[in-house]
């Protein structure tokens, strides 16, 4: 099925530092959502972002909706061992005519975050 | 409050058996989407279901069915298990059909 292209598919850093990350899409989203998911276990919805352009920040992270509404970005400040995890972009849209989004995910960037 | 729910938790099935995994949205929310997830993926849209009827669907095959009930709990059936079948499947709740959805610890299933 169709994915988001999420890069890098994987960052080893130190504590401390701070990471970046994005996805980028052919089509267009109306809404973009971040999560974080720990080894067999669902994932945790971290931001969630409405309108091309927004920035929008839940403690150390900090998420942008990209203005042509293809691509999203999401950064982590002061990077602590707790942040290890994979992290994953999702995009929904309503299809046609009807109004019933599904979500569309990238293929995760796996962090690992060196004390 | 209590989140999204699912059960069982680990699940080992046969190839060509049948399945029905459980799923409790978060109070309040009244629409239920359900996800596969291989290993080392990210989740793959199965459907969405919303006042009791499938409203979107995936690219799944008819073995995969589900139902919604009035108190907006959800199953998802799958029949004539294959072993590409393995992987953990997850129910994610939302408040509208699009809206934000919060994920269940997820149900892992292994076809052997």
């Known amino acids: 099925g169709q994915q988001l292209n999420q890069s890098p598919q994987s960052m080893f850093i130190q504590e401390g530092e701070d990471v970046s990350m994005n996805c980028t899409s052919s089509s267009i989203f109306n809404t973009w959502l971040w999560y974080k998911q720990d080894p067999g276990e669902g994932p945790v919805l971290l931001i969630a972002?409405?309108?091309?352009?927004e920035l929008t920040s839940n403690g150390r992270l900090t998420a942008q909706f990209g203005i042509t509404r293809k691509d999203s970005f999401l950064n982590i400040s002061a990077s602590i061992p707790s942040d290890v995890g994979i992290y994953f972009c999702?995009?929904?849209?309503?299809?046609?005519?009807?109004?019933?989004?599904?979500?569309?995910f990238g293929q995760g960037t796996i962090l690992t975050v060196h004390p | 409050d209590a989140g999204v729910t699912q059960s069982p938790t680990h699940l080992i099935k046969t190839r060509g058996q049948q399945v029905t995994l459980r799923c409790s949205p978060k109070?309040?929310?009244?629409?239920v989407s359900w996800y596969q997830q291989a290993l080392g993926q990210g989740p793959q849209f199965i459907f969405q279901?919303?006042?009791?009827?499938?409203?979107q669907r995936g690219n799944f095959p008819d073995r995969f069915s589900g139902h919604q009930f009035p108190n907006y709990s959800s199953e998802l059936n799958v029949n004539a298990l294959l072993l590409g079948d393995s992987a953990l499947y997850l129910c994610?709740?939302?408040?509208?059909?699009?809206?934000?959805?919060?994920f269940g610890p997820g149900t892992r299933l292994t076809v052997t």
């Open positions: 999702a995009g929904l849209r309503s299809t046609g005519g009807t109004s019933y989004g599904k979500l569309t």
């Open positions: 279901y919303y006042e009791e009827e499938e409203r």
């Open positions: 972002l409405y309108k091309a352009g």
């Open positions: 109070s309040g929310h009244d629409t």
């Open positions: 994610a709740s939302s408040s509208t059909p699009l809206g934000e959805q919060y």
